[in-house]
């Protein structure tokens, strides 16, 4: 079946600092890629998404680029902010895998920003 | 537009007790999806509904849960009765036609004591 690895964390950065958390995936099919994020109190939001193999997508000043040959979609920031502390989940949805469109997701990786 | 609503946004209940969640996706979504979120882990689907059928209920524990969505628009998540490891924050969401992005609900944070 279809799943999705994501590092740990808390990821601890200082404002301004260089943003990489990893995520690689595993799927019978040609899945779409997510990044969602969950500010603290609320709900999931799609962060970012992509479709097909070496599409990136970026929204915030973030991207994520599919890489089929190593089946991951890493999200970077180059220079991240307090406001960005949140927990990041990737996300895969296999059409060829199950009869909607249901997304399987990482574990969430928590980003602590300090100023 | 209108996000997707959930009520309640917590609950807490006893063990063998019965509890039911709202959800009322965002208007004209055909698609509505209801996801089990246990503290430090991703979301696992529990159920989706296209209009008022189900697509896929694999994942739904039928012992104890349902879930309806009788007229096409809201829909109720129930737990009958609980157990402890049914503490999670039970997500709903809706999409356009079971494709492309998923809009999600705040959460009913659930504590089964």
């Known amino acids: 079946g279809n799943s999705v690895t994501q590092m740990e964390g808390p990821v601890t950065l200082s404002e301004e600092a260089f943003l990489t958390i990893n995520c690689t995936y595993t799927a019978t099919g040609y899945p779409s890629l997510f990044w969602y994020v969950q500010y603290p109190g609320e709900g999931l939001q799609l962060l970012l998404k992509?479709?097909?193999?070496?599409d990136k997508g970026s929204n915030k000043g973030f991207e994520a680029t599919y890489r089929k040959e190593t089946t991951s979609f890493h999200l970077e920031k180059g220079s991240v902010q307090v406001s960005d502390s949140a927990v990041y989940f990737c996300?895969?949805?296999?059409?060829?895998?199950?009869?909607?469109?249901?997304?399987?997701f990482g574990g969430g990786t928590r980003l602590m920003v300090k100023p | 537009e209108a996000g997707v609503a959930q009520s309640p946004r917590y609950k807490i209940i006893e063990k063998r007790q019965s509890v039911a969640f709202w959800c009322n996706p965002i208007?004209?979504?055909?698609?509505l999806y209801w996801y089990q979120q246990i503290l430090g882990q991703g979301p696992k689907l529990l159920i989706q509904?296209?209009?008022?059928?189900?697509?896929?209920d694999s994942q739904l524990p039928k012992d104890r849960f349902s879930a309806e969505r009788l007229k096409g628009v809201d829909s109720t998540l129930k737990i009958q009765p609980a157990k402890l490891e049914d503490s999670a924050v039970y997500l709903c969401?809706?999409?356009?036609?079971?494709?492309?992005?998923?809009?999600f609900g705040p959460g009913t944070r659930l504590t089964v004591t």
């Open positions: 996300a895969l949805s296999d059409p060829l895998n199950n009869a909607g469109n249901m997304l399987t």
């Open positions: 509904f296209q209009n008022n059928g189900v697509v896929d």
């Open positions: 208007s004209g979504h055909a698609t």
């Open positions: 992509a479709t097909k193999a070496d």
């Open positions: 969401a809706s999409s356009r036609q079971g494709v492309g992005e998923q809009y």
